[in-house]
């Protein structure tokens, strides 16, 4: 019988492997109120420390949080994006991206004039017709 208890308790037992690449924890609005108002109203010794050990969070992080809730800054409750702040688009870069593709369009048509007009002139070297110059019209 004491077996069966042992092997139930391997199979309790959490995992100690460490991941990977740790992942940054993010806490609501609504959660950093939440917790606030439970460590203010803890009165007795010792009360703070077990619900900061409950949730896994650091004092620092009550401090913090204090003073964003004094400050009135509900913004600095929601998490803030870390890295690089991204660069305001340029009003004109759509502009001039659809430019960009007009006239390579454009250019593409132009090639395929180009080589149809090549290949006239070719043919009618071949079969010895003579081909009209816009010069030429007006001269008759």
Known sequence: MERTETTEKKLTT????????????????????????QADGCTEMGQ????????????????????QRDEGVLAGLTPKRRGRKAKPKN??????????????RLKTKLRQAELVIDVQKKVSEMLDIPLKHPDDEGTN
């Open 14 to 37: 959490p995992s100690t492997e460490v991941p990977e690449k740790p992942v940054r924890r993010r806490f609501t609005a609504q959660y950093k109120l939440r917790i606030l108002a």
């Open 48 to 67: 703070v420390g077990e619900l900061l050990r409950r949730e896994g969070l650091y004092s620092s992080l009550l401090s913090t949080w204090r003073k």
């Open 91 to 104: 009003p004109l870069a759509e502009k001039m991206a659809r430019l960009k593709r007009e006239n390579e």
